[in-house]
């Protein structure tokens, strides 16, 4: 089975742009999670969203939003891009059982450089 | 609000050595903890995640131990190999008791070498 794949695999934008990120989780999983990743640091959480409906959102301006489309793919869109949004984006899926453990599955990423 | 801190940033040992990685957190109402390993501009690949009424997850040379009451985990690497080389990763999910978000909190990672 494919793993989580993520398009583009790099993308270089000037300030001021807007970008858009693609996400395939892996199949059967129906949540799909987005990162943000500065380099040196530790991924920081932006969206969760489950079965079309986000679940989560983590501490990010209004400049960014997201989608899941009813095969369960995911889209990461960033408006007025900024110089500090140069990160790598990173998207995770997972089973989302009621009960039970979640591992997360990460997809490859997707290297944005805002000039 | 969870903290995860991992200890040290930087690791740098020769080949064969037996090691261990560090992961402490504030919340131990955690509900398991992943480790990750992620090679240079790479995605995250997960080793080993263990659940909470876990105290021990292995898989090779890898062992991770998850010690809750004092907010503690290590990830133990035998006899290092100079493909060990990358970044490790910890991360705790949000407690169940805090939302319905499923998000993970890293730490920034241990940066290992092994040299040859």
């Known amino acids: 089975d494919a793993g989580v794949t993520q398009s583009p695999t790099h993308l270089i934008k000037t300030r001021g742009q807007q970008v858009t990120l693609r996400c395939s989780p892996i199949?059967?999983?129906?949540?799909v999670s987005w990162y943000q990743q500065v380099l040196g640091q530790g991924p920081q959480f932006i969206f969760q969203y489950y079965e079309k409906e986000e679940r989560g959102r983590g501490n990010f301006p209004d400049r960014f939003s997201a989608r899941q489309f009813p095969n369960y793919s995911s889209e990461l869109n960033v408006n007025a891009l900024l110089l500090g949004d140069s990160a790598l984006y990173l998207c995770a899926s997972s089973l989302e059982p009621q009960e039970g453990y979640y591992e997360q599955y990460f997809g490859p990423g997707t290297r944005l450089t805002v000039t | 609000k969870q903290e995860v801190t991992q200890i040290p940033a930087a690791l740098s040992v020769p080949e064969g050595e037996n090691l261990v990685l560090n992961c402490s957190f504030t919340?131990?109402?955690?509900?398991?903890l992943q480790w990750f390993r992620q090679d240079p501009g790479k995605g995250l690949t997960s080793l080993l995640l263990?659940?909470?009424?876990?105290r021990e997850q292995t898989s090779g040379r890898l062992n991770a131990s998850l010690d809750k009451s004092s907010g503690r985990s290590t990830l133990y690497i035998a006899a290092s190999q100079p493909g060990d080389s990358a970044t490790y990763l910890c991360a705790v999910p949000r407690p169940l008791s805090s939302g319905s978000a499923r998000q993970l909190t890293f730490g920034s990672g241990t940066q290992l070498t092994v040299l040859p």
């Open positions: 263990i659940q909470s009424s876990q």
């Open positions: 199949s059967g999983h129906k949540s």
């Open positions: 919340d131990s109402a955690i509900y398991n």
